[in-house]
């Protein structure tokens, strides 16, 4: 079974600058999850989907942060314009949703660097 | 909603010692805690769960016991080796969501 994909793995930016981080999630899996990374911290939920739909972005700084995901598969996170407090890691994971409880399924991450 | 904190921060053992981490919860609904490790620069992989109906769960040489008239649960691993030193990160949903909230992260290092 193949994992969960994120691309790029590195990205550096400067101030002001956009960026956008693509995920594809394991095969079926319903639940799709953004986490925000920051270096010695634990992963913090910025947005979940169901399917194509959202089911909380209650953390995620929509001033400047967006996200999709139109065909329930794929999901991309934008960030527009970038601060250097962006700087982390972004977490993608998955989870097939359908019991009472949702293992979730890491990607690799996207290190963003923000100068 | 949901709290949840991790201790120790850090944790330095030698090879062969135990190591535990503890995490304690305030969601009393919460009905499913993972565990994940991650190494440096790695993704945080899954490394054993547990569920609210059971107390303890065993996979050779890690451990989860779940208290949850206490609402702590905590991660066991014996006989440690080089390869266990990472990140530890408990996790805990939301009760009725899928929406985790994690630990703050232990860093364990396991001296040869």
């Known amino acids: 079974e193949a994992g969960v994909a994120q691309s790029p793995r590195y990205k550096i930016i400067e101030k002001r600058q956009s960026v956008a981080f693509w995920c594809n999630p394991i095969s079926g899996h319903a639940t799709l999850y953004w986490y925000q990374q920051i270096l010695g911290q634990g992963p913090k939920l910025l947005i979940q989907f169901q399917n194509n739909g959202v089911v909380d972005d209650s953390q995620l700084p929509k001033d400047r942060f967006s996200a999709e995901r139109l065909k329930g598969v794929d999901s991309t996170l934008k960030i527009q314009p970038a601060k250097l407090e962006d700087s982390a890691v972004y977490l993608c994971?998955?989870?097939?949703?359908?019991?009472?409880?949702?293992?979730?399924?890491f990607g690799p991450g996207t290190r963003l660097t923000v100068l | 909603g949901e709290n949840v904190e991790q201790h120790p921060s850090t944790l330095s053992v030698q090879e062969g010692d135990s190591a535990v981490i503890k995490c304690t919860y305030s969601d009393s609904a919460s009905n499913y805690f993972p565990w994940y490790k991650q190494e440096l620069g790695k993704r945080p992989q899954l490394i054993i769960d547990i569920r609210s109906n059971v107390g303890e769960k065993k996979d050779q040489r890690i451990a989860v016991t779940l208290n949850k008239t206490a609402k702590h649960f905590s991660l066991h691993i014996t006989e440690t080796q080089p390869e266990d030193s990472a990140v530890y990160f408990c996790a805990a949903p939301l009760s009725g969501t899928y929406k985790y909230i994690f630990g703050t992260g232990t860093r364990l290092k396991v001296l040869a």
């Open positions: 994971a998955s989870g097939d949703g359908t019991r009472s409880y949702n293992e979730q399924f």
